[in-house]
């Protein structure tokens, strides 16, 4: 059984420009979050869906946007990348509320 | 927001020896986890608690939810080598929320 996938593993971009990360969650599972962890620092919330929405969102500005699809696979979107948007975007699904997520290995995103 | 203070922020031991870490809120949460992060790794689920008061094994990992529903530890009993990597503790309530993590070094 496939745990969550998260594509690409890295990537590297140029400031400015605009990134697209995905996610398929685990099978079963219908609500995903997705989070940034800087180096050395726990992961941040970035937001939530469920049910193709935004459910819960973090401290993220509006750069930072996302999608849900009937298979509950999901996309973040990144737009006018900076420097400090560099780190590992991690993608997390559960089944229903109040059990743990399970976690993709996450995709390196690096601005240059 | 709902900031999580996980202490210690390192620890170095040696094999054999018994681990005890914490985190604190200033907010309430519903469910507490404890997870662990390899490196290139997402974290991985150790143990969840999902009522004040509660306390949980997993193996040599025992966690307690704190009863003021604000904190939690963790303690590890008879550390191994593999017991190395980062820890980290989450809150969730409406989101799930992390601490800084505790990195534990354990000497053979």
């Known amino acids: 059984d496939a745990g969550v996938t998260q594509s690409p593993t890295h990537l590297i971009k140029t400031r400015g420009q605009q990134v697209t990360l995905r996610c398929s969650p685990k099978?079963?599972?219908?609500?995903v979050s997705w989070y940034q962890q800087a180096l050395g620092q726990g992961p941040q919330f970035i937001f939530q869906y469920y049910e193709e929405e935004e459910r819960q969102r973090g401290n993220f500005p509006d750069r930072f946007s996302g999608h849900q699809f009937p298979n509950y696979s999901s996309e973040l979107n990144v737009n006018a990348l900076l420097l400090g948007d560099s780190a590992l975007y991690l993608c997390?699904?559960?089944?229903?509320?109040?059990?743990?997520?399970?976690f993709g290995s996450g995709t390196r995103l690096t601005v240059v | 927001g709902q900031q999580l203070n996980q202490s210690p922020q390192s620890m170095f031991i040696q094999e054999g020896e018994d681990v005890s870490m914490n985190c604190t809120s200033s907010s309430i949460f519903n469910t507490w986890l404890w997870y662990k992060q390899d490196p290139g790794e997402g974290p991985v689920l150790l143990i969840a608690l999902y009522k004040a008061g509660e306390l949980t094994s997993n193996g040599r990992l025992t966690a307690q939810f704190g009863i003021t529903r604000k904190d939690s530890f963790l303690n590890i009993s008879a550390s191994i080598p593999s017991d190395v990597g980062i820890y980290f503790c989450?809150?969730?309530?409406?989101?799930?929320?992390f601490g800084a993590g505790t990195r534990l070094t354990v000497k053979p």
């Open positions: 099978s079963g599972h219908d609500t």
């Open positions: 997390a699904s559960r089944m229903v509320e109040n059990y743990g997520y399970t």
């Open positions: 989450a809150g969730e309530r409406n989101d799930m929320r």
